[in-house]
């Protein structure tokens, strides 16, 4: 049974940090490609960031290149947010995916094939 379990949201001010993290259990982690996605209230579920199997490519949404970076860790099975100079439009619940696929030019949520049940970040002015 393949989990992903976020973790790491909460409430910020506006220019703060935060770090989420998203453990994966049940599947093969280090063969897969990870997303990070958001959801704002009354909006759709958009792409925010996303890194290949190897680390080597990771692509952004334009509204946070510069101020988030995406990792993992292949040996503890885990995917990092790294969230900078926070802002009001970024609050949304944060949703990490895995695609069974090592890598893609695109990053589509009707792509990926699992989800985890997200956390929710808040950025307060």
């Known amino acids: 049974q393949v989990q992903l379990v976020e973790s790491g949201g909460g409430l910020v001010q506006t220019g703060g940090s935060l770090t989420l993290a998203c453990a994966a259990s049940?599947?093969?982690?280090?063969?897969?490609?990870m997303g990070w996605f958001r959801q704002a209230p009354g909006k759709e579920r958009e792409f925010v960031a996303g890194?290949?199997?190897?680390?080597?490519?990771?692509n952004y949404a334009a509204s946070v290149k510069g101020r988030f970076t995406i990792s993992r860790d292949n040996a503890k099975n885990t995917v990092y947010l790294q969230m900078n100079s926070l802002k009001p439009e970024d609050t949304a619940a944060y949703y990490c995916?895995?695609?069974?696929?090592?890598?893609?030019?695109?990053?589509?949520?009707?792509?990926?094939?699992?989800w985890g049940k997200g956390t929710l970040v808040t950025v307060s002015s």
């Open positions: 890194i290949d199997w190897s680390s080597i490519i990771t």
């Open positions: 995916a895995a695609d069974n696929r090592p890598y893609g030019d695109t990053w589509v949520a009707a792509d990926m094939d699992y």
């Open positions: 049940g599947l093969t982690f280090s063969t897969k490609r």
